[in-house]
């Protein structure tokens, strides 16, 4: 059976993204610093970016969509990433509005998933074949599959910023045992990967 695996980069202070998320700035105040690492040192972590980019499906929560709020999208509103998203794979984001799916170029298709994270665990491992199922975000959702013990490999990739609020990742996870496998970094992230342990 596949993995499931989840990318997140994080504060120091343990944020996935900064305070007062916005439309405008759906990562929060700040919370683009977070992921330098991916673009001004690219091809130091080619490999933590390639990894994050070879699932054969994908999982993400309503906001890592469509942006913060709970309340239903714009039926026009087709993602933040424009026409080609980056996955290249069935995307599946949970939801309690329901929409068609939503085909991108690329590969990229969009399921909305309005019946639970099992449910949409069990459409992505369908769609993955023997790939991976990798739970791409954003905090909350990570939280829910770790607490259900549906994880299987946490990579978080650490920046060095302090952000002082927004979206923490671990709280009320639960009791939860990490096993640090791999850690490597640079001047702007330290990447580790841990095996959640059952």
Same mark, same amino acid.
Request: proline share 5%; glycine share 22%; no cysteine.
């Given at each position: 059976m596949s993995r499931v695996t989840c990318d997140l980069t994080v504060s120091l202070d343990g944020y996935v993204a900064g305070p007062n998320q916005s439309l405008d700035e759906p990562l929060g105040e700040r919370g683009e610093s977070l992921h330098r690492w991916q673009f001004e040192q690219r091809e130091a972590s080619a490999a933590e970016i390639a990894g994050i980019l070879e699932a054969g499906a994908y999982i993400m929560g309503r906001n890592m969509f469509a942006g913060p709020g709970p309340g239903p999208w714009d039926q026009g509103w087709r993602g933040w990433w424009g026409e080609e998203p980056p996955y290249h794979a069935p995307v599946f984001v949970l939801t309690h509005h329901q929409r068609e799916p939503l085909a991108m170029e690329g590969g990229t298709t969009f399921h909305f998933v309005t019946d639970g994270i099992e449910s949409a665990l069990a459409q992505a491992r369908e769609a993955a074949g023997d790939r991976d199922v990798a739970i791409a975000g954003g905090a909350? &959702?990570?939280r829910q599959y770790l607490s259900?013990? #549906?994880m299987?490999?946490?990579r978080l990739h650490i920046s060095?910023?302090?952000?002082?609020?927004?979206e923490r990742l671990l709280d009320g996870v639960?009791?939860? &045992? #990490?096993?640090p496998i791999e850690a490597r970094g640079t001047g702007l992230v330290t990447h580790v990967r841990y095996r959640v342990q059952r």
């Open positions: 909350q &959702t990570a259900a013990g #549906l299987d490999e946490l060095p910023e302090i952000l002082g609020g927004g639960g009791d939860v &045992t #990490l096993e």
